[in-house]
């Protein structure tokens, strides 16, 4: 079975470009959550879906940060305009029961 | 009240011998309490869990030792091996909230 796939694994921009994150969950996983993994710290939830409702996006930067799960399954993340401090590593997940299975994640460096 | 305090921040450990994490957590409201390895470049895998209905679980090397009257947690992992150098954070969340909050990690680190 397929785990959690997360594309693209790197991504460099330039600070003010816009930016977006795809993650594909495992099949059959309602649940779908995106966080913020900054260096040598957890990570951070930004906003979790269940099929696709956004049913807690409360630490979400709504200024710049948007996301949309479309029909309940694929999820993207996008940044518009990216700053130099949102570069880190942007991890999916989904869950079955309470067990969550990440993706390898999206490290973002903004110069 | 929604944190969740992991220490230490870094660790190492001889091979063969015990490595111990520690979490402690103010909300009594969580009830699950797992506990995620984290390869570089890789993201968090599951590694073990338990609920406070339960002072200790064991899964091979590694047991979660839990204490609810100190809202306190703990990993031990037992004869350390260097394929156990990682990162580790302990977790927290609810079963009416999905929400996991997260640690900010051990780095441990094995010498062969």
């Known amino acids: 079975e397929a785990g959690v796939v997360q594309s693209p694994r790197y991504k460099i921009i330039e600070k003010k470009q816009p930016v977006a994150f795809w993650c594909n969950p495992i099949?059959?996983?309602?649940?779908l959550y995106w966080y913020r993994q900054n260096l040598g710290q957890g990570p951070e939830l930004l906003i979790r879906y269940e099929n696709e409702e956004a049913v807690d996006d409360s630490q979400l930067p709504k200024d710049r940060f948007s996301a949309e799960r479309l029909k309940g399954v694929d999820s993207t993340l996008k940044i518009q305009p990216a700053e130099l401090g949102d570069s880190a590593v942007y991890l999916c997940a989904s869950t079955i029961g309470a067990e969550a299975f990440f993706g390898q994640g999206t490290r973002l460096t903004v110069v | 009240q929604q944190q969740v305090k992991q220490s230490p921040q870094s660790l190492i450990v001889q091979k063969g011998g015990i490595s111990i994490i520690n979490c402690a957590y103010e909300n009594t409201a969580f009830d699950y309490f797992p506990w995620y390895q984290q390869f570089p470049g890789k993201g968090p895998a599951l590694l073990i869990a338990?609920?406070?209905?339960?002072s200790e679980k064991k899964e091979g090397r590694f047991t979660i030792s839990f204490n609810k009257s100190a809202k306190q947690f703990s990993l031990h992992i037992m004869d350390s091996q260097p394929g156990d150098s990682a990162t580790y954070f302990c977790a927290a969340s609810m079963e009416w909230d999905d929400k996991i909050i997260f640690g900010k990690g051990t780095r441990l680190h094995i010498l062969p």
């Open positions: 099949s059959g996983h309602n649940t």
């Open positions: 338990i609920r406070p209905d339960v």
